[in-house]
Each structure stands twice: as C-alpha cells, then as structure tokens.
C-alpha cells in the first residue's frame, strides 16, 4: 500500500490511498482543498469554503471547530464562521454564532459584509452585549469609525436595551463621546506629569499609537508609560518606531521583559517574529533586541514540534528552483529549528554541499543558506549520496523541492542504499512537476508531501505544526470527534438582548 500525506497551501491538509473508506478518503480530500486557498483574498476564500461546504457541512462544520484553535491563517477563520452563518440550517448557523462569540473583535469585524443573514445579526449584539466592559471601551477608541459602519450595517440596537454595553456604544459612537475626549486631553497636556496622569489613569487604556500621534511632550517618562501600557504585538510592531523618536535605549530593560513573555503569547506565530525581527533597522534597534527575537523564535518552534529524531534536510538547488530558492532557504532554517536534535542539511546539486552555519539558529541557518545560488541539472540523490559518504544515518528524510529530477545520483537509488529505510517528507514548492512523488508510488515507498504554492509567514508556522505530526487517520479521527457549540437557548427568544 502507497501512503501519501499531502498540505495543500497553507495547513496539513491529508490524502491517503489504499484500505480507507469513500466518506474519509472524501473528508481528506475536502480538507485538502479548503487548505490550498491562499490568504489575502477574503472573496476568493469564501467562494471555496461555501463549495466545500456544500459537498459535506457536517466535516466541514466540525473543521471549523477545530481550526478557531488549531489554524494560522486569518482568512480561514474568518471565512468558515461565515460561511457557516450563510447555512440554510439553523444548526450550523447556531455553530457560526457560537464560535463568532470567541473570536477576537479584529476578526469578527471582518466576518460582516454588505449583505447580512439575521443570526449575524443576532450573533454581533450578543458579541457587543457580552463584551467585557473595558475591552469594549477599547475597541471604540481603538476603531470607531469601523465599528459605527458595523452598528449601522447591522442595525445593532444601542437605544432600546437596558444592556450598559450596547448604550455605551450609542453613545460613544453617535452621541456625545466621554472616551474620545482623552484625545483631546493628551492634547493639552503641556507638562509630562499631566501626561503620564492621563495615561495611567485612563480607563480603559489608550492605544499606544494613537496616543503618539496626540502627544506634543514625548520624553523619556511619557514614552515609558506608553510602552509599559502595549501588548507585545504592539511592541514588536513599533520598534523601528520607538527607536527614531530615540525611546529604545532608555527603556531597553523594560523593552526586553516585555519581549521575553513573547514566549507564552499564542497570537503571535514563531515565523512572524521573525519577520518582525528581519524588519527591524540595526541602526534603531539595539543587539540584544535581535538577540531576544531570535530567542523567542527558537523557543515558540521547539514548542510545537515534535520532530524528536535524527533528521537530514536536503534543499533542492538545481536550475529549476531559481525562483523558489528563497522560499527553500526561508523552509530549512525553521525546519532546522523545529528538530529537537541538531539536524544535517545538504544541498542537492550537481557539487552539493554540507550546510554548516556559524550558528544554530534559524538566521545563522538562513545566512548559511544565502551562499547556495540555484544552477544546474537536478540530482535530488546527490544530498544523501554525500551523507552516505560520510557515514551518517538519520530516521527521517525532510527534502525541499519542486519535484523535478533529471540527473544522477537518483533519490530513489541512493534511498535504497540506506542501512535504514527514514521516514520521507517532501516539502514541494512550485517549479518542475512533481516527478518524484509518481516515483514513490510505483515503488510503493511510503512518505508525506507537504505542497506549498506560497511561503510566507503563516505557511511556515503551519510547516512546523505538521510536519512530523500524527498520523493522516489520527487528524481527521480528532475533527470528526469534537462536538459542535451549541447556541444558548436563551439566546434564540427575540429580543431577549433588551433586557
């Protein structure tokens, strides 16, 4: 029997032959599809997910469920409530409502569009009405102008309840604001002590880079304040930032401790701390900062894999990966990252190579990797041929590539030459077509292919999550096991938000 695993896109997404039955090969198959649609294109997204859903709402309901807490990608989320809302049954449309009241308000803001079903309707009230009051007095100084197009998109009621938290809103957003005036405050404030005054003091807290924008004293004392009051993705985005108005250096500790409980914060993906961290200016931004990332990266990879055995990396450097080349460097750093033990990476090429960074860490891999220009014919055997030169054995095979091959050494031969047989996992980029994988399947080798039609920061968090993880049947065996939310009954009598 041929096993193969495929993620399609963005997410593990499973696809397996042989002894399954037609109701999960089909589920395997869905999932492989909703997987593949790229994020950044909110119409596209849903136009996919409503097809899926309509081949199987229960699967996909249930999917739904489990990626609120298991995906990376925004859209996904954002697109399965929706389309989940838009569902001629009232079960499923109860499950959308249940999951929205979880969401984190950006997200929920996006599940609105132009036209509206009535359990979205229903759903944004609750939503408001259960909100934690200064979380909700946030969001209004936070977003007010998208927040009144909500209210009125909707026609969610801010007069005709006794909810205090859906009066707030009607009165923060269309009659006198009190929250608002803090602005103006800021505003006037001319000595540093009223100003750290109206930060601290301030209920709820002022968002940080609105603030900025409202201050005319900014010294050392203001600017300590401010950065004692961000959350770490605020942080991290305004770095550069703080380093030109010259508030890094002074605050450099607290900047630090902040950035040390990046760790622990689910909302924040290892792959996007290291964006931030190659965005940052050297010039601005002091060493230990880097040196912080690149900590809080390591540790948040190491966390969720579970890559626990000897592994080899090979990365693909023929001529055909020319235009994927970046991505194949940007994949074996984190990868590397993602093993428990230290990995061995070669290149395969006409003269590979063995990848020896100065330092372990996913830029002193990448570094290493910025040396390998892509030129050539495609020997993919030329990686484990010189591994097998040097006497070394690894359990499990990471090979990055379009799939191409025209040239010895040949994987597959130079498979066969292994004291061992590893597990094989192909991370597939587009280039050539995927030669390799029908070569595998006529010799009956079992491995995993990971398919990538993009590689940015979300792919690669969702890289880590997958590879090496369960078993196709185990995934697919946990979504169809998780219960679906239920909506409150209470919820369902009309207007029971009035009172």
């Known amino acids: 029997m041929v096993t193969e695993r495929i993620v399609k896109g963005l997410v593990s ?41 309509d081949q ?6 249930k999917t739904a469920v489990w990626y609120q807490d298991n995906g990376a990608v925004r859209d996904h989320k954002v697109a ?35 036209k509206n079903p009535r359990s979205l309707r229903s759903a944004m009230i609750h939503f408001f009405a259960a909100m934690d009051e200064g979380e909700l007095a946030y969001q209004i100084l936070r977003g007010a102008k998208d927040l009144r197009q909500i209210i009125r998109r909707l026609h969610v009621p801010t007069s005709k309840s006794e909810n205090a938290n859906l009066q707030m809103v009607g009165k923060e957003l269309f009659g006198e604001p009190e929250l608002r005036s803090v602005f103006k405050k800021l505003e006037e404030a001319k ?47 305004s770095l550069n930032s703080l380093g030109r108005m010259g508030a890094v250096k002074p605050n450099l500790r607290l900047i630090r401790q902040k950035i040390e409980k990046a760790v622990e914060d689910r909302r924040l993906n290892a792959a996007r701390v290291n964006q ?38 090979l990365a693909d450097a023929s001529g055909s990966m020319q235009t994927s080349l970046v991505a194949a460097r940007q994949l074996a750093a984190m990868l590397s990252m993602a093993c428990q033990q230290r990995p061995y990476i070669y290149t395969c090429s006409e003269t590979p190579v063995e990848i020896t960074p100065k330092e372990w860490t996913a830029t002193g891999v990448e570094n ?22 040097q006497n070394r054995q690894v359990d499990a095979i990471i090979l990055i590539t379009d799939g191409g091959e025209n040239a010895s050494p040949f994987f ?26 029908r070569l595998f399947k006529d010799q009956n080798i079992t491995f995993d292919r990971i398919e990538l039609e993009t590689v940015d920061q979300y792919s690669l968090d969702q890289i880590i999550h997958f590879v090496g993880k369960v078993s196709p049947f185990e995934t697919i065996t946990e979504i169809m096991a998780l219960p679906l939310p239920e909506r409150p009954i209470e919820t369902k009598h009309p207007n029971y938000w009035r009172k």
């Open 191 to 237: 000595t540093e002590e009223e100003v750290q005054n109206i930060l601290r003091k301030s209920v709820p807290r002022v968002p940080p880079y609105i603030a900025v924008s409202a201050l005319k004293v900014r010294t050392p004392g203001i600017m300590r304040v401010l950065i004692e009051s961000m959350s770490i993705n605020e942080l991290l985005q």
């Open 368 to 389: 290493a990797m910025n040396l390998i220009t892509a030129a050539g014919s495609t020997p993919l055997g030329s990686g484990l041929f010189l591994m097998q030169r």
């Open 80 to 114: 399965f409530i929706r389309t989940l809302f838009e569902r001629p049954e009232q079960v499923y449309r109860d499950v959308a409502w249940a999951l929205f009241q979880n969401m984190p308000p950006y997200l929920a803001m996006q599940v609105v569009q132009k």
């Open 412 to 437: 597959l031969l130079e498979y066969k030459k292994l004291k061992n047989q590893p597990s094989i996992i192909i991370v597939r980029v587009p280039g050539e077509n995927d030669v390799l994988s």
């Open 13 to 53: 997404s499973q696809f397996v032959k042989g002894s399954v039955n037609m109701s999960q090969e089909e589920n395997l198959q869905m999932f492989q599809e909703l997987m593949k649609v790229p994020h950044g294109n909110i119409p596209m997204a849903l136009e996919a997910h409503k097809k899926l859903c």
């Open 56 to 61: 199987n709402p229960l699967f996909y309901a």
């Open 276 to 313: 931030i961290k190659k965005s940052l200016d050297a010039e601005l931004v002091p060493p230990e900062i880097f040196d912080d990332l690149e900590f809080v990266t390591q540790e948040k990879v190491r966390r969720i894999s579970k890559i626990d055995k000897q592994v080899v990396i």
